[in-house]
């Protein structure tokens, strides 16, 4: 281990893993669901990983030295790809990118992906998401467009979701899982009513 100027660590380290859970609340996941070249992925579990010395130093491992990580299996899918690519969070940008990939290994009822990193943040066990896209169209009770806010999906049955601005129509065309289903609702002043969208393999216009 070492600090940002390459220095050893001041003292003890003190390590933190914390388990993201995808599964029980996709929004809970950092960043968007998208990677640094704009595709969305769908996440079957995370962690981050956080080291600090005994001054409060930030450190991480040393170039050239590696080590294995395990993320517990997170999803909302009822089967889990037996290899899977590691996708690490950019924070200066928000964005998911892709280095190594990892196993599905289980023991004694649980079930992890294991594989092997060279510097410690945010993990992701991800896998590449088709995507059909919802249309709709978001009005007030008296039949006025709402013309700022964000649309969200959240998968039900894939840990995912996104999110998008309405135009000045009150419309939207928002991502979700191909043959998956979403929770499709707005956030503007109020939230709005949640509609189920999908399985559809193209894309899928909501009712006016």
Known sequence: LVTTSGAAPSGAVTARVTPIDPGADPQSMPGDFTTSSGQTIESFGAINVTLKDSVGAAVNLKAGSSATIRIP?????????PTIP????DESTG????EGSAVLTSSGGERWYEGTVTHFSTWNADRL?????VNGCVVTDGGQPVTEGLAISVGLDYAGSGAVGLDAQGRFRLGMRRDGRA???VEAANASNSVVAGPSSADITLPA
Do not use: K
Request: proline share 4%.
């Open 73 to 81: 299996l997170s999803s909302r899918s009822t089967e889990a790809p």
């Open 129 to 133: 998401q088709e995507t059909v896209f």
């Open 86 to 89: 590691l996708f690490y969070l």
């Open 183 to 185: 929770s499709i609702h």
């Open 95 to 98: 964005r998911w990118v892709e």
